[in-house]
């Protein structure tokens, strides 16, 4: 299977489950050429297919763009993160649900799951107004991007106030990996801190722990139980 085909799984992944909605996007770097990359044009991710797919480069302008297409408005996000990590290889950009209200207060995400030990590497808050006041919350060209980039740092994934996330991956499926589990641990943070009430605590995975479980999730054995399950919804669909 190609990478173009993994990346239209990726996006119809995280949009069944919930991660992306109809204006959130992913990308992958060009395996033969590190200063591109690939992502769809401007379309609801549930709706993506191969031919969707749009080359890029670092400069986040599309690359002899097929008649008709509209790249995404917000594609400097990846540009700029690839521009600024060279090991990154997959980019995801969400408006995941459970991660929005960590993004606009002072209770930042941390490790309650192991399964989310990344988040123990530092989950920054991008505040765009740093950049610039007066926006539409969008990063709409290159010196947003660079921002938030610089924001994101050398960390798996940063949050984008009143906005989203960025989530980064040195593969396409722990990009997803990890954009599934950021949403699954705040959804679960929150719950417990509804359950520990005005007196109780949580504990929290330490440096150690967050160390020993990131030093082995690849996400593997979960990317190739959602490609494998997509693969048969796709070619469910194309025989109508």
Known sequence: MSLLQDLVIAYRVLADHGIIDAYGHISVRSPTNPDRFFMARSIAPELVTEADMME????????????????????FIHGEVYKARPEVMAVVHNHSPSVIPFCCTNTGLKPIFHMSAFIGQGVPNWEIRDAREGTDMLVRDSQLGDSLAKKLGGHPA???????????????????????????????????????????????????????????????????????????????????
Do not use: C
């Open 158 to 240: 940063a949050l984008m106030r009143g906005h989203g996330a960025v989530v980064v991956g040195e593969t396409l499926g722990v990009a997803v990996g990890r954009s599934v589990y950021l949403e699954q641990n705040a959804r679960m943070q929150f719950q417990a801190e509804m359950l520990k009430g005005p007196n109780g605590s949580i504990t929290f995975m330490d440096d150690k722990e967050v160390a020993a479980n990131v030093a082995w999730q690849e996400y593997g054995r979960f990317w190739n139980l959602v490609r494998t399950k997509m693969i048969k919804q796709l070619e469910a669909e194309k025989q109508g």
């Open 56 to 75: 890029l480069g670092m400069d986040s302008e599309p690359i002899d763009p097929p008649k008709g297409f509209s790249p995404v408005l917000e594609r």
